[in-house]
């Protein structure tokens, strides 16, 4: 049995990107890829430690490519099998290249019972504008009109329109077309009823204020750079 000392620096190597001492942590403990790593009350296994919240660790991408070889299940979701994959972690921080990672390896890009759904519904809610496009391009299906507005996918978008969906749908998807920019989208559901005073229960303000919003990636970087002591011009 591994002892808390190399619990403590496995967990280290990881967050850390040290990918020659998590070689040979891995080499030493095969197992090491089911270890259960973190402060008491959020450990989590080795995947799940670089694609945790706010994504972006150090060699990310390398950390994730050792821990799979390994043997790290990429749909694993906790002890009970409720809680979220690594690639809807990665979809909520927009580490798109951890995400990649996770594709590759055969991460289920359609699992199912996420914080707001499929690893897709977290990268457009949460404004993570480059894994919901890698996704996109690896085949996750584009099935409600708020996922095609947001991202701009104009003929998919009509073909849903088309469908007929209540009007509740064609509110929220204008909502969303305003907080990924999406121009024609936003013009195209005015055009089919949208209601342009729309603000969903779980939105804040008005699509105006859903326009100017940044993106988790841009804010992600905003927050680096305040952590290191830089402050906006105005500030």
């Given at each position: 049995m591994a002892s808390d000392d190399e619990h403590l620096h496995a967990y280290t190597a990881i967050r850390g990107g040290d990918v020659e001492r998590l070689r040979v942590l891995l080499a030493a403990h095969p197992d090491l890829p089911s270890w259960m790593l973190g402060p008491p009350g959020r450990e989590r296994r080795p995947l799940h430690l670089v694609t945790d919240w706010p994504g972006y660790f150090p060699n990310g991408p390398a950390v994730a490519e050792l821990l799979i070889a390994a043997g790290a299940d990429v749909d694993w979701r906790g002890p009970d099998g409720t809680g979220e994959t690594p690639l809807h972690w990665t979809a909520s921080s927009d580490d798109a290249d951890v995400a990649r990672v996770l594709i590759d390896a055969g991460a289920d890009i359609e699992a199912p019972?996420?914080?707001?759904?499929?690893?897709?519904?977290?990268?457009?809610?949460?404004?993570?504008?480059?894994?919901?496009?890698?996704?996109?391009?690896?085949?996750?299906?584009?099935?409600?009109?708020?996922?095609?507005?947001?991202?701009?996918?104009?003929?998919?978008?009509?073909?849903?329109?088309?469908?007929?969906?209540?009007?509740?749908?064609?509110?929220?998807?204008?909502?969303?077309?305003?907080?990924?920019?999406?121009?024609?989208?936003?013009?195209?559901?005015?055009?089919?009823?949208?209601?342009?005073?729309?603000?969903?229960?779980?939105?804040?303000?008005?699509?105006?204020?859903?326009?100017?919003?940044?993106?988790?990636?841009?804010?992600?970087?905003?927050?680096?750079?305040?952590?290191?002591?830089?402050?906006?011009?105005?500030?």
């Amino acid at each position: 049995m591994a002892s808390d000392d190399e619990h403590l620096h496995a967990y280290t190597a990881i967050r850390g990107g040290d990918v020659e001492r998590l070689r040979v942590l891995l080499a030493a403990h095969p197992d090491l890829p089911s270890w259960m790593l973190g402060p008491p009350g959020r450990e989590r296994r080795p995947l799940h430690l670089v694609t945790d919240w706010p994504g972006y660790f150090p060699n990310g991408p390398a950390v994730a490519e050792l821990l799979i070889a390994a043997g790290a299940d990429v749909d694993w979701r906790g002890p009970d099998g409720t809680g979220e994959t690594p690639l809807h972690w990665t979809a909520s921080s927009d580490d798109a290249d951890v995400a990649r990672v996770l594709i590759d390896a055969g991460a289920d890009i359609e699992a199912p019972a996420g914080s707001i759904g499929t690893p897709l519904d977290n990268a457009v809610g949460y404004g993570c504008w480059n894994v919901a496009g890698l996704l996109v391009e690896r085949g996750a299906v584009v099935d409600k009109p708020w996922q095609a507005a947001a991202l701009g996918l104009l003929d998919r978008l009509r073909e849903l329109l088309d469908a007929d969906p209540p009007q509740e749908l064609i509110d929220q998807a204008l909502w969303h077309a305003c907080a990924g920019g999406q121009r024609r989208a936003a013009e195209l559901l005015v055009d089919r009823g949208a209601d342009l005073a729309v603000s969903p229960e779980y939105a804040h303000g008005t699509v105006v204020d859903a326009a100017s919003m940044h993106g988790t990636q841009r804010s992600n970087v905003i927050e680096w750079l305040e952590g290191l002591g830089i402050r906006r011009s105005d500030a």
